[in-house]
């Protein structure tokens, strides 16, 4: 099957621009994720997503950062006005809903990594 | 809040000697995923552990649930240089399967 496709896999812009990144799950998966990774750190949760309902937003500055998903498929995550410290790999995730198969494990993207200058 | 804390932040081996990493939770567990990121790649899965004591098995990787369900390890045995890269324990809250917590991983230099 395809894995999680995200777009762009590079960006570099200056503070206080915008970006937006997108992700398409593999099929049938019905939560997304979305994490900032920063260099040397774990990847920090920043929205799920179950089907087209948002489980979990409570650390996504929501001042800054937006995100939706679209008829329960694929999303994007938006950063408006970008910061300096926005600098890291955005990375998108899909699972299946629990309990429909398989162990719940999370599939990701490749990334895409966010420059701020 | 709920926390997942692994030990030891980075581990430095020779090339032959064995590694192991531990996560402890502050709250009990449903379950606890393992993943591996590469250097420059993304997280990939490794293995889930669902039942209290349950040790599974992969080539020279031995993973560990503990009876408590509040703490995990992963065994190497015999590393090797491929096994170079950040390793995080994910454990889903027994209070709420839906979320999932992340330690800060691993991780493994292995000198050749």
């Known amino acids: 099957e395809a894995g999680v496709a995200q777009s762009p896999r590079y960006k570099i812009i200056e503070k206080r621009q915008s970006v937006a990144f997108w992700c398409n799950p593999i099929s049938g998966h019905a939560t997304l994720y979305w994490y900032q990774q920063i260099l040397g750190q774990g990847p920090k949760l920043l929205i799920q997503f179950q089907n087209n309902g948002v489980v979990d937003d409570s650390q996504l500055p929501k001042d800054r950062f937006s995100a939706e998903r679209l008829k329960g498929v694929d999303s994007t995550l938006k950063i408006q006005p970008a910061k300096l410290e926005d600098s890291a790999v955005y990375l998108c995730?899909?699972?299946?809903?629990?309990?429909?198969?398989?162990?719940?494990?999370?599939?990701f993207g490749e990334g895409s990594r966010l420059t701020v200058l | 809040g709920q926390q997942v804390m692994q030990i030891p932040q980075y581990q430095h081996v020779q090339e032959g000697e064995d590694f192991t990493t531990y996560c402890n939770s502050s709250?009990?567990?449903?379950?606890i995923q393992w993943y591996k990121q590469r250097p420059g790649g993304h997280p990939v899965f490794l293995i889930q552990?669902?039942?209290s004591g349950e040790v599974k098995k992969q080539k020279r990787l031995t993973f560990q649930f503990g009876e408590a369900k509040k703490n995990s390890s992963l065994h190497i045995t015999a590393t090797q240089t491929t096994d170079v890269g950040t390793y995080f324990c994910a454990g889903r809250d027994a209070g709420n399967n839906r979320k999932l917590i992340w330690g800060l991983g691993t991780s493994l230099a292995v000198n050749p």
């Open positions: 995730a899909s699972s299946r809903l629990s309990g429909t198969g398989g162990t719940g494990e999370l599939f």
């Open positions: 709250t009990t567990l449903s379950n």
């Open positions: 552990l669902v039942k």
